[in-house]
């Protein structure tokens, strides 16, 4: 076989072999499809009534938390960096506070610790919580472009971790 025709093979398997999305980091549970998420809908910093169907055609990174956890305190920092390095027209976090006190309380803590990146959004009634089908915090669920549960992680995590930016940029580019 001449040169060009090994080149040209070589150029052929590259273009056609399949591309899979990054492996899951640990712990993240990922669904073998999409399940629909039930509406979830909390409030801006401002009062503002949002729901999730709101951020359709991104992919989410919805962060449920509280300012008590200490889990989430501690991860809260590189939510904010992971949404400075990804976020834009096709990726958003969601991080979504579970404070009854309301939003003044996150507004002080994003200002102690420095949160940049991340909108404020609550939910003092806690429903939302609730509707996704979790009882401790903080619970990371990642959602495609239609609104659909790609996978969860309950607990902490490093989320601009290397092999977790690598995943989430595999979800974003599965347009």
Do not use: Y
């Not at 590259?14 to 073998?32: D, L």
């Amino acid at each position: 076989m001449s040169k060009l025709a090994v080149v040209l093979v070589g150029m052929l398997l590259a273009f056609s072999w399949p591309v899979s999305a990054a492996e899951p980091p640990q712990n993240f549970a990922v669904h073998e499809a999409p399940v629909p998420v039930p509406e979830i809908s909390f409030e801006d910093g401002n009062g503002k009534p949002k729901m999730l169907a709101d951020f359709h055609g991104k992919v989410v990174l919805l962060n449920v938390w509280a300012t008590w956890c200490a889990p989430c305190r501690k991860e809260m920092p590189t939510l904010d960096r992971l949404q400075a390095k990804l976020g834009g027209p096709d990726f958003e976090v969601v991080a979504l506070s579970m404070d009854r006190a309301g939003p003044e309380i996150v507004k002080k803590f994003f200002a102690e610790i420095g949160i940049k990146h991340l909108a404020l959004n609550i939910d003092v009634s806690g429903r939302a919580m609730f509707a996704i089908g979790t009882v401790g915090l903080p619970a990371t669920l990642l959602v495609d472009r239609d609104g659909k549960e790609i996978g969860r992680l309950i607990g902490p995590a490093e989320w601009d971790a290397p092999d977790m930016v690598d995943f989430i940029r595999s979800r974003i580019a599965a347009k």
